[in-house]
């Protein structure tokens, strides 16, 4: 029984296409790596409250939001890197890779620079706790504190293509290893701010937005001085007229990730200032405990990203096909392991919150229903974002996002929060008929003029 067990997990670890060994090798370290950051980030949020409040736990995650607008910023820079760097490995150029991840860095150096004094100096004018509806949340001034918040983000918005590189390289369990690093060190920060200080939002900020830095430059110093020291970026490589040919790419994917953060980043912002912060903390509960499923899906779907456009690149529609049957039966998989998720949701939410935050069974529900969308969305969208298929896309995805605001402003005036889980719902399902209709149009090679592009 054992040695037909073994031959079993041999055959299965061993067995298959060599993109496909990659891909199954990724999964199972991935999984173990966000496996322990997910442990983390449900330990860290009960402490957060604990150590600040609810209110100003909530004017953080808020803050967050505003920070992860900025992303758009690179206009598709690390999207484009990471599909044109997978394309050119599989072609062997690698004077071609190293001008790519050059080029990359200096533009996304030049532009975090102006993110930052743009902020710095316009940003000085507003009054952000009336912005942000906190008045009645803290007494002093935030505009220090989103300062950092935003300092931070730039720093880290300049290091961050070294994720792009690992996932073209096919690594893309390294770049959750970074991630689960600086979740590590951002725990152990607040660990040691509740046994030594009083509650400060200051401090919080500080600890939540500067620690993933820290293991960013970290870890871009190591990995090109050692694995990727052959692609290293190099001054001598920086060519300013190749950003075209990332541009080419990565400038649709700047308008999709537009629309995306308008899309799933809006929430924050829109509750706050309709329901105030306590209820931007009740609607992240609720979205931190359902997003296993989307850690799940991520984990899966991300090592695929870069394997479609290895397949493509060399015509092997029949592997793109068979990868995607199987990602349809485990979406299937996922949707009990959701219906588990939220029948046991309140007892979760009591053991693991102690009665700090009431999340209702409604939000719950529709929270379970949104992370099924979103996760049959990714199959689909990951798929067309690897084969570098992207009209639809950009055209679904900032539609969707221009009706969603409105839209969800209605809902949360007619039903609270869950009202915007609701509208982020609706605009899925339209997205995700579009998507894998024009997904099968290309597998089965029948796509043809705006389907095609």
């Known amino acids: 029984m054992l040695s037909y067990l073994r031959s079993k997990v041999q055959g299965f670890w061993n067995g298959g296409h060599e993109r496909t060994l990659k891909i199954k090798r990724n999964i199972a370290y991935t999984l173990l790596i966000k496996g322990a950051g997910v442990l983390i980030g449900f330990i860290l949020i009960p402490m957060t409250i604990g ?9 953080w995650l808020t803050i967050a939001s505003l920070v992860m607008w900025m992303n758009t910023f690179d206009i598709g820079l690390s999207n484009g890197l990471r599909n044109k760097m997978a394309h050119s490995l599989a072609l062997g150029e690698r004077d071609n890779i190293v001008k790519y991840i050059s080029t990359t ?20 004018f507003f009054d952000w706790n009336q912005m942000l509806n906190v008045k009645d949340t803290v007494s002093y001034n935030i505009w220090p504190i989103v300062l ?20 073209a390289a096919h690594q893309p369990f390294k770049s959750s290893l970074i991630l689960l690093l600086g979740q590590v060190l951002t725990f152990i920060i607040i ?3 509740t046994m030594f200080t009083h509650g400060s939002l200051f401090l919080l900020v500080f600890a939540v937005a500067g620690s993933p830095l820290v293991v960013f430059l970290f870890a871009n110093i190591y990995l090109y001085s050692t694995e990727f020291k052959l692609y290293a970026p190099k001054f001598s490589y920086i060519d300013f007229g190749s950003a075209r040919s990332l541009l080419s790419t990565g400038g649709v994917f700047f308008f999709i990730q537009m629309g995306a953060v308008v899309l799933y980043q809006t929430d924050n ?10 209820e931007v903390t009740t609607f992240n509960v609720a979205y931190k405990y359902f997003s296993l499923i989307s850690v799940i899906f991520s984990i899966i779907m991300t ?6 456009t290895d397949a493509a690149a060399k015509n092997d529609w029949g592997w793109i096909k068979h990868s995607l049957k199987k990602m349809r039966m485990l979406w299937v998989y996922v949707g009990v392991l959701t219906t588990v998720l939220y029948l046991f949701s309140s007892i979760f939410y009591q053991l693991w919150l102690h009665g700090k935050v009431d999340v209702p069974n ?14 049959w969305q990714s199959i689909y969208a990951y798929t067309l974002n690897g084969i570098g298929k992207l009209r639809m ?4 995805v900032v539609g969707t996002a221009v009706l969603n605001i409105p839209l969800s402003i209605v809902l949360i005036h007619w039903l609270g929060v869950s009202g915007s889980v609701i509208a982020n719902t609706v605009m899925v399902l339209l997205m995700n008929v579009i998507f894998t209709y024009q997904v099968n149009l290309i597998v089965k090679q029948k796509a043809t003029g705006i389907w095609n592009k």
């Open 362 to 375: 409604f939000l719950s529900l529709n929270m379970a229903i949104f992370v099924l969308t979103v996760a």
């Open 393 to 396: 896309q950009l055209i679904f």
């Open 303 to 308: 090592p695929y990203w870069s394997a479609f």
């Open 148 to 167: 950092i918040a935003i300092g931070s983000f730039c720093v880290q918005f300049f290091l961050q293509p070294i994720n792009s590189v690992l996932m």
């Open 269 to 278: 912002i829109l509750i706050t200032r309709t329901l105030g912060p306590d």
């Open 191 to 193: 660990l040691l701010l």
């Open 105 to 124: 860095y200096a533009i996304l150096f030049l532009i975090s620079v102006t993110i930052f004094l743009t902020f710095f100096i316009v940003g000085s």
């Open 51 to 59: 150590y600040v409040s609810k209110g100003q736990y909530g004017i």
